[in-house]
Antibody, heavy 124, light 108 residues
Framework: QVQLVESGGGVVQPGRSLRLSCAASGFTFRTYGMHWVRQAPGKGLEWVAVVSYDGSSRYYADSVKGRFTISRDNSKNTLYLQMNSLRAEDTAVYYC?????????????????WGQGTTVTVSS | SYVLTQPPSVSVAPGQTARITCGGNNIGNKNVHWYQQKPGQAPVLVVYDDSDRPSGIPERFSGSNSGNTATLTISRVEAGDEADYFCQVWDTDSDHYVFGTGTKVTVL
């Protein structure tokens, strides 16, 4: 079945780095754009970043641009989020999600498969 | 930046119809997607491209979009529909995805 499994979350001090991973299975990973979306405790959904199916296009939320990097390894069916200079306000559950549209450039569309999320807590 | 406004809460009796609005400037010119999120769970796509349903989503869920308001309609509401619902669009001006503020649906 189609599945996304996030890992790499944890407790980290402000200013430090963390890398999240998202392992995909059950679909042709290399033909779909992929997203990271986060949800702070008790809050709504916040889109973080998207990468096109081939990695050639990336878009970021203003809140993370310059600190976070989204990437993918299509040979490993894995999506990544490198998070640097972490702040307390980055504390959230981080979800990876698959774009609805195949061969998506990353610009537009919905997200039809989501992982269960991994929790990142930034605290001293 | 583009803002999507949803009512914080909607209450509905079982068997009745719930309508959840998502307001945005000329949102009728954008494709709107809707997600259902139950406590402790990941979001689930229930409507995409304004009015299409993913496989496995009941026909009771439908969507429309015109002018400055998009609407998710849940017909014949069931207890299991109790959840938070979020709308989402792609803003071409900022090249950002935007989620609505979210609506908590309570089944009385």
């Amino acid at each position: 079945q189609v599945q996304l499994v996030e890992s790499g979350g944890g407790v980290v001090q402000p200013g430090r780095s963390l890398r999240l991973s998202c392992a995909a299975s059950g679909f042709t990973f290399r033909t779909y754009g992929m997203h990271w979306v986060r949800q702070a405790p008790g809050k709504g959904l916040e889109w973080v970043a998207v990468v096109s199916y081939d990695g050639s296009s990336r878009y970021y939320a203003d809140s993370v641009k310059g600190r976070f990097t989204i990437s993918r390894d299509n040979s490993k069916n894995t999506l990544y989020l490198q998070m640097n200079s972490l702040r307390a306000e980055d504390t959230a559950v981080y979800y990876c999600a698959k774009a609805v549209v195949e061969y998506s450039s990353g610009a537009g569309g919905g997200m039809d498969v989501w992982g269960q999320g991994t929790t990142v807590t930034v605290s001293s | 930046s583009y803002v999507l406004t949803q009512p914080p809460s909607v209450s509905v009796a079982p068997g009745q119809t719930a309508r959840i609005t998502c307001g945005g400037n000329n949102i009728g010119n954008k494709n709107v997607h809707w997600y259902q999120q139950k406590p402790g769970q990941a979001p689930v796509l229930v409507v995409y491209d304004d009015s299409d349903r993913p496989s496995g989503i009941p026909e009771r869920f439908s969507g429309s979009n015109s002018g400055n308001t998009a609407t998710l309609t849940i017909s014949r509401v069931e207890a299991g529909d109790e959840a938070d619902y979020f709308c989402q669009v792609w803003d071409t001006d900022s090249d950002h995805y935007v989620f609505g503020t979210g609506t908590k649906v309570t089944v009385l």
